[in-house]
């Protein structure tokens, strides 16, 4: 899952997007309602995190653009704006869910949880693909009615794969999917993660492999009995 992220508080960007990382998910986060903009245009993402005291433009007016625009794009509004009529003003406006400041990372994690359960049925909150199963908002993936233990960076490839299963998914593609704005990731690291993915799938009767298709990418198929 990747998550943008609008606040002006640089610790508080830090923050959040450290706990976001710590999850597996990943973050892009800008300061200001343009930089935001920006990234939205350039960027497909599963959550956006939106502070409504912006430097250059209020949360709100953000926010009934991006619905005016059809972006159906799930948004968390943060804000330590807390009255009543101003919540209401926040909902109307097309926030999904609204968490007043200061708030606990658990309570926030939870939500995000929360919202990926109710996003469209198109998001697939729930991957199947051969045997193996993966709840993107929990980030926990089963097989056999046994949880297989993955690094964040693994689980983020295979939703990848599964996603695109019996499809070949092009290196360029993973490396992008593995990338934050600024801190791109080589074809080395990606080749490594594969290897590890492949070594604890194989332990387990998944049902699948991950092929490398020479100077494209890979493929999770499905195997035949």
């Known amino acids: 899952m990747r998550i943008l992220l609008i606040e002006d508080s640089t610790r508080l960007r830090e923050l959040i997007s450290e706990t976001v990382r710590d999850i597996g998910w990943k973050i892009d986060a800008f300061a200001t309602a343009e930089l935001g903009r920006s990234a939205l245009e350039d960027q497909d993402y599963d959550l956006v995190l939106l502070d409504l ?11 009934k653009s991006l619905r005016d625009a059809k972006v159906q794009t799930p948004v968390l509004v943060l804000t330590a704006r807390g009255a009543v009529d101003e919540r209401i003003v926040g909902l109307d406006a097309g926030a999904d869910d609204y968490l007043t400041k200061p708030f606990h990372n658990g309570e926030l994690i939870a939500r995000i949880r929360a919202l990926m359960r ?4 198109t998001l697939m909150p729930v991957l199947e693909y051969g045997s ?3 709840d993107v908002a929990s980030r926990r993936v089963m097989c056999a009615d046994t ?4 690094a964040p960076s693994e689980k983020g490839l295979l939703e990848l794969l599964m996603r695109n299963g019996g499809k070949v998914v092009a290196k360029a593609k993973i490396e992008h999917a593995f990338s ?3 801190d791109e990731r080589s ?3 990606v080749e490594l993660a594969v290897s590890r993915l492949r070594k ?5 009767p998944s049902g699948t492999a991950i092929e490398t298709i020479r100077g494209v ?4 198929r499905e195997l035949l009995d």
């Open 53 to 63: 005291g912006l430097p250059d433009e209020d949360g709100i007016d953000v926010l």
């Open 118 to 121: 109710r996003a469209p049925a």
């Open 132 to 134: 193996l199963q993966m």
């Open 147 to 150: 949880e297989i233990g993955l």
């Open 180 to 182: 934050e704005f600024g």
């Open 187 to 189: 074809t080395n690291a």
């Open 200 to 204: 604890k799938l194989d332990g387990h």
């Open 217 to 220: 990418g890979y493929m999770i």
